[in-house]
């Protein structure tokens, strides 16, 4: 984190500005924010005892007033040391008869209130970091207010990558990298998963990552059944395949990607398993660009799959949106028509199974993270290698 | 985690007999689950890509019916193989237009119903894991039935740890243990607070934990002002305090506590808050015994410290709850009656402002860990040494 100059004032200021426009046009008077890292976005402070979940923490944009933090009164001067802004309201938290709810409502209901509406974090693929107890006696408080969803208008806001956010995304990648690169020296034939999934995350620290938010670990004689688990109790050695996925954090900004790696020389079936998806992943970046669809660049990839006869992977897209979490919207999906704009940053993930060696059924992934350009994308991973990489 | 044995069958029976236990006495006909943590707990099954909101996780513990897990498709083979429930239904995952809340109206509609009641998680200290708009939807489907809240069954019935449980948590503060005792051979003269983040959270993973989920640093000369933030941008250097704040996990249960080191000579001010919080500290374990309430526990240390002469800290509270979250109830607060029962993890936090001999306020906070037994109660970590850590 020493190594990266903090955000300019100036970049808050572009983020309020496009969040009031985005509020203008969904006709709401005031955004309330309660996800840790959407408070973070806007405010510049991380409370990292947002972990916890005794305390909310509460960020209010209205459309024609200063914007205000309403936060547990532990949580105030560092919040000063570290935030631009100046209007933060305490509560003495923990305060279980009322959370902040009190505070909350008078503000909301004090706000200019031209459409009656507040946009909230209720829609898709939001999780609202309150009680849902509290956010009932909040709507029930302010009677003349509509609750609407403001997770849609959060994710277009905070989907467009700054320059500043990008550096912090490529530092996590490479970070990621450094420790990909450096694997097959470390490999200890035997090591177990637990063992290697813990020596991986130190790697990743070592590297520059701030944190592993992510890290999924898969190995299996010829293959791997699965790359959405943790690791369980089993011995790496020759003839495996092994795949590590990790989502690592730099100053709050994730990248999300994979690499395989075979134990000793690989079979057949690996070998085109991971050409076939190599040339999937071109495809998926080949389409990627502003004014493309997420299920355009499914389509460029499920072709990829389809003429070499694959059937598609087991998790149910093809990649995803990243940024402040593991994964965003859009989803790489056949049923997405999200239109990509530059400064969207993706996963780009597909998957296939495919007939080990013994005759049971494998799954591989692979995953790059790119960000959409006026013209294309750039990718913010290093490329993985055309052929899987070899661990003697 | 390869060298901890799974939990056994029994271990789950006990789990869902003693929450319908407490269901029937709450008249629930059905517990909605949908956090993480409390996900695994009664299935055995992580899903670690619920990291990512895409995708809500859902498992109903019926009163009088068997209990189901309703998951995306892409973790089905996964959790055949990790859990012992054999009741799982899917839904292909993305699917925005209904991500599981038919099939969750549906099944829930289908129950017996003998209270018309159904416990989920909205109440104090909750957070529901999936979009608040889809909670709506469920139970705008469902009119038969009341969502009450079920989070203070769920916390009652997960706060009273088995052994094997313990043992997880034992082994979590182990690691974090041996990462603090060699702290000071690793400690180099004008580290910065971001190095030595990362460089902390990669022993106490080399050490035998799974995770670092939350790590906190605080330094300053004569005394830091905060333990409740990352890493800022200052090289730690003789004539500091410097003190480091993990909640890290094994298999999922977590750990909790900090300690003190003084970079050089500890000043009179330094040793004197150092030796409060310590006599603080063996109040508050000498009193936390079933029976006894949280607020008892709060009165044993605000007890030492107003003997002392010292204005308490500011974090709010004194202590708190943990196990399968960093934090959970009862708070160790002076409102907080919660009476303590033999199980029960907490952890002892008290925290106090001093003056620095620059004549600024500084804050120092001492915590343990603790399990409540039936005659008193064991230490989980270490205690720390009588005296600050001195670190040449």
Redesign the interface.
């Known amino acids: ?2 190594t990266i100059a903090p955000f300019a004032r100036s970049e808050f200021d572009r983020r309020l500005d496009r969040a009031r426009r985005e509020m203008r046009r969904a006709r709401l008077d005031a955004l309330l924010v309660t996800a840790i890292p959407v408070f973070r976005y806007f405010t510049g402070y ?4 947002g ?5 909310p923490w509460f960020f209010i944009l209205p459309l024609e007033a200063e914007p205000l933090a309403i936060i ?4 105030a ?2 919040m000063r040391q ?1 935030s631009w802004l100046r209007n933060i309201v305490t509560w ?5 008869d009322d ?1 902040g709810v009190g505070l909350l409502a008078a503000t909301l209901a004090a706000l200019p209130a031209r459409f009656g509406r507040v946009g ?14 509290d ?2 006696a909040l709507r029930a408080a302010t009677p003349g207010l509509d609750f609407v ?1 403001g ?1 849609a208008i959060l994710r277009a806001v905070t989907a467009i990558l700054s320059p500043a956010e990008l550096a912090r995304m490529r530092h996590a990648a490479a970070s990621v990298d450094r420790a990909f690169r450096d694997l097959p020296d470390r490999f200890r034939h035997g090591v ?4 290697l ?3 991986f ?2 790697a990743i ?2 590297n ?7 890290l ?1 670990i898969g190995s299996g004689p010829g293959g791997y ?2 790359i ?4 369980v ?1 089993r011995a790496i050695d020759a003839g495996d395949v092994l795949a590590l996925d990790s ?1 690592s954090v730099v100053d709050g900004y994730f990248c999300d990607f994979d690499r395989n790696f075979a134990i000793g020389p690989p079979d057949d079936g690996v070998k085109r398993a991971y050409a076939t998806l190599h040339r999937a992943v071109d495809a998926g970046i080949a389409t990627a660009r502003p004014g493309a669809t997420a299920a355009a660049v499914w389509t460029a990839m499920a072709g990829v799959l389809d003429e070499a006869g694959a059937e598609a992977g ?4 093809m990649g ?1 949106g990243l940024g402040m ?5 859009p ?1 790489i ?1 056949s ?2 028509q999200t239109v990509l704009a530059a400064g969207v940053a993706l996963a780009i993930e597909p998957g296939l199974f495919y007939t080990a060696r013994d005759g049971g059924r494998r799954l591989m992934v692979h995953e790059e993270n790119i960000v959409l350009t006026e013209s294309g994308n750039a990718l913010i991973t290093r490329r993985a290698p055309g052929e899987i990489r070899v661990i003697a």
């Open positions: 984190m020493s991380h409370p990292i005892i972990e916890s979940p005794t305390r547990p009164a532990m949580g001067d560092d570290a003495p938290s923990p305060r279980p959370e909230a974090e209720i829609g898709p693929e939001t999780r609202l970091a309150m009680p849902v107890a956010f009932d969803d997770g177990t998963e637990a063992e999934h813990r020596d995350q130190a620290l070592r520059g990552a701030d944190y592993v938010r992510y999924a059944g699965s959405c688990r943790g690791p109790d989502g087991s998790i149910g897209r995803h979490t593991l994964t965003a919207p989803s999906h049923a997405d």
